[in-house]
Nanobody, 127 residues
Framework: QVQLVESGGGLVQAGGSLRLSCAAS??????????MAWFRQAPGKEREFVAC???????YYTDSMKGRFTISRDNAKNTVSLQMNSLKPEDTAVYHC???????????????????WGQGTQVTVSS
């Protein structure tokens, strides 16, 4: 069984920064076998793609996060991070990390293409 545990959320003022982490574990789990992504979900809204990092380290971001957010991975430590700078009130949401093993199929921005999900960490940005 694979477990993903997020941490690092909290309350921050607009313009501030937070760094989210996702720790992955499992008896035979190896992060290098997975593309990893961050999604977020605000109350009353659908789950939204934030960023992903591929098996080879390529990164993709939703346009509104480009230049503000940076996703990274440490395969040796089985962790994925999301550095968030210049935060805005509209970034307020629960942030989830997700892991995907299948390399073909739907785009990496599609939530249903991911195999495992964490419970999420709340990020609140005050104005």
């Amino acid at each position: 069984q694979v477990q993903l545990v997020e941490s690092g959320g909290g309350l921050v003022q607009a313009g501030g920064s937070l760094r989210l982490s996702c720790a992955a574990s499992g008896r035979t789990f190896s992060l290098s076998n997975y593309a990893m992504a961050w999604f977020r979900q605000a109350p009353g809204k659908e789950r939204e793609f934030v960023a992903c990092i591929t098996w080879s380290g390529g990164t993709y971001y939703t346009d509104s996060m480009k230049g503000r957010f940076t996703i990274s991975r440490d395969n040796a430590k089985n962790t994925v991070s999301l550095q968030m700078n210049s935060l805005k009130p509209e970034d307020t949401a629960v942030y989830h990390c997700a892991a995907r093993s299948v390399r073909s199929g739907p785009g990496l921005h599609v939530p249903s293409s991911y195999d495992y999900w964490g419970q999420g960490t709340q990020v609140t940005v005050s104005s």
